[in-house]
């Protein structure tokens, strides 16, 4: 299994306050992503990285914010999170356009 | 531009019946396909992919998939379900030259009956 580790696995917050997602990889990838995945809509790309410092916006980015200064590292920050965020977030990673290697998600409750 | 249709987001089979998921995709260039699966509570995982080659692919547990360049599909079959099988199904399209991020469709759910 590729080694990628996702934290926290779980977690419960209010609407308003930031949250921060943390998606760690062993397998040195260039590409690192961020989905959210919510019933009927599949898998929704949220931000994506193609290096250190190299990130870009996916279909639904409004509210969410990443960074990563590690190769292994890949932040996904919610500023001030709302009951629309409530889902499960996985994070990806690829070394081309070949297959990704998936996290075992985390799922992400905004009360 | 890509994108993925998967047609039924519910597919119900009995045990030992033949299992067919659809996907139709549209790209402008060659695609890379694939399917992924997903079991309760985890993450994806590759079941097979097509990139280049042989149109038909053999993947895990069984599954294979042929890509229809004529049809614009890549379907996905398995002669006989098990129980376990029952999983959430993803197609997967991403074009061989320009962007590299890929474009899902919106799932499958597969439900097998003893």
């Known amino acids: 299994d590729a080694g990628i580790t996702q934290s926290p696995r779980h977690k419960v917050t209010e609407t308003g306050t930031p949250v921060t997602l943390r998606c760690h990889q062993t397998?040195?990838?260039?590409?690192m992503y961020w989905y959210r995945q919510d019933p009927g809509h599949g898998l929704r790309l949220i931000h994506y990285s193609y290096g250190v410092k190299d990130t870009d916006k996916g279909e639904v980015s409004d509210g969410y914010s990443v960074s990563r200064s590690k190769t292994e590292d890949f932040l996904l920050t919610l500023e001030s999170a709302t009951s629309s965020q409530t889902s499960v977030y996985f994070c990806?990673?690829?070394?081309?356009?070949?297959?990704?290697?998936f996290g075992p998600g985390t799922r992400l409750t905004v009360t | 531009a890509q994108s993925v249709t998967q047609l039924g987001s519910h597919v119900s089979v009995s045990e030992g019946a033949l299992v067919l998921l659809r996907c139709n995709y549209s790209?402008?260039?060659?695609?890379?396909l694939f399917w992924y699966v997903q079991y309760p509570n985890q993450g994806l995982q590759l079941l097979l992919k097509?990139?280049?080659?042989?149109?038909l692919v053999k993947g895990i547990n069984g599954f294979e998939a042929e890509f229809k360049k004529s049809e614009t599909s890549f379907h996905l079959t398995k002669p006989s379900a098990h129980m376990s099988d029952a999983a959430e199904y993803f197609c997967a399209v991403t074009a061989s030259g320009g962007s590299y991020i890929p474009t899902f469709g919106r799932g499958t759910s597969l439900i097998v009956h003893p």
């Open positions: 990806a990673i690829s070394e081309t356009r070949d297959e990704q290697y």
């Open positions: 790209s402008s260039v060659p695609p890379y």
């Open positions: 397998e040195n990838h260039r590409y």
């Open positions: 097509y990139t280049t080659g042989a149109t």
